[in-house]
């Protein structure tokens, strides 16, 4: 091989590595041979089917978070936000309004959660952690008060198991509609982040959001936009999770903000702002659906399983930073 030709494929392997969504996808075909090995369980697509609907719902949530990481904030209340919006819905059907108008006055709670966050975020100036870290309790804080440790279910028989209605079958798996509407909202928001002028607008704010002011956006009105596409993601998700469920309890999907970070992290979103991929969060979300259950299926302690997530997180983060201190190096 010549040295002009050893050259073109260090830089093509360079700029693959420099490529983060390439990095959860490496770590996906990883996970996926090293559980295959522990059970026989994951040549079975029936079986990762049946247990991939908790972190679709979750994966669903990563997709907004994406664009919010993306602009150079964070939303940490997500998963309260769910639970909220899910003990609204709750709460209007057993006070006798359909279940139809239920849910959609479930969205509109999940909307006026996320407003709250915008509004604090974009016209306060406040720091989108700490606002997040406050409303995440805040939020949590409403359901425990109206349903306290109680749970509240007896839905109507169409909405429970939702998630189990069948779209097609392939031979023993079957492809509900949950996967169906995680594959269409991240084609969705594929097309918001990466072919919109809304999206380039995300990508300039979380650059440097003073340059992006001087250009002419308004950055306000798309935080305050993105916090509340945030929240109505998340209504809708928490819903999901309440028909899963058959119920709906305070607790519901606590602590989970810290899997919803690992996907859009693992995603390729840089937590400083300016750099995002949907295709990387839903080969994030994929990688984390496995390596969860394989993890479960190896009867790996909680404690493991967070030690396990946290070191891939750190894997994913390392290796495009390492790539371009390398290629920093050389070029000096």
């Avoid at 440097?208 to 596409?229: C, D, H, P, W």
């Avoid at 607790?251 to 979103?269: F, H, P, Q, R």
């Amino acid at each position: 091989m010549s040295t002009g030709e050893r050259t073109i494929k260090n830089t093509m392997i360079q700029r693959m590595l420099v490529r983060r969504e390439m990095v959860p996808f490496a770590l996906l075909i990883v996970v996926l041979i090293v559980s295959m090995s522990l059970s026989a369980s994951f040549r079975d697509l029936a079986y990762l089917l049946r247990t991939s609907t908790r972190y679709m719902e979750l994966g669903m949530t990563a997709l907004t978070m994406t664009l919010i990481v993306t602009a150079g904030m964070i939303d940490l209340s997500v998963p309260s936000v769910m639970c909220c919006s899910a003990t609204m819905t709750a709460l209007c059907f057993h006070g006798g309004m359909p279940m139809g108008l239920a849910i959609v006055a479930g969205i509109l709670a999940g909307a006026v959660c996320g407003l709250i966050n915008g509004s604090l975020v974009a016209y306060l100036n406040l720091p989108a952690m700490i606002v997040t870290i406050g409303t995440m309790n805040l939020f949590r804080g409403i359901s425990q008060i109206f349903i306290g440790d109680k749970s509240l279910g007896s839905f109507p028989k169409w909405f429970n198991s939702f998630e189990k209605t069948t779209l097609f079958s392939i031979g023993y798996a079957n492809f509900g509609i949950t996967l169906l509407i995680f594959i269409l909202v991240s084609f969705g928001f594929y097309l918001l982040l990466h072919r919109t002028r809304f999206g380039r607008k995300v990508f300039a704010i979380g650059a440097n959001e003073q340059a992006a002011i001087y250009s002419g956006v308004n950055t306000k009105r798309v935080k305050l936009g993105l916090f509340v596409m945030s929240g109505m993601v998340s209504a809708i998700c928490g819903i999901l999770t309440m028909s899963r469920l058959l119920l709906v309890r305070y607790d519901m999907n606590l602590n989970s903000e810290i899997d919803v970070v690992i996907m859009v992290l693992l995603g390729g979103a840089d937590i400083n702002g300016g750099r995002g991929s949907i295709i990387g969060t839903f080969t994030a979300v994929i990688m984390v659906i496995i390596l969860k259950t394989g993890l479960i299926v190896a009867n790996i302690t909680s404690d493991a399983q967070m030690f396990v997530m946290g070191l891939i997180l750190l894997v994913s983060i390392i290796i495009p930073n390492v790539s371009s201190l390398l290629r920093d190096l050389r070029d000096k």
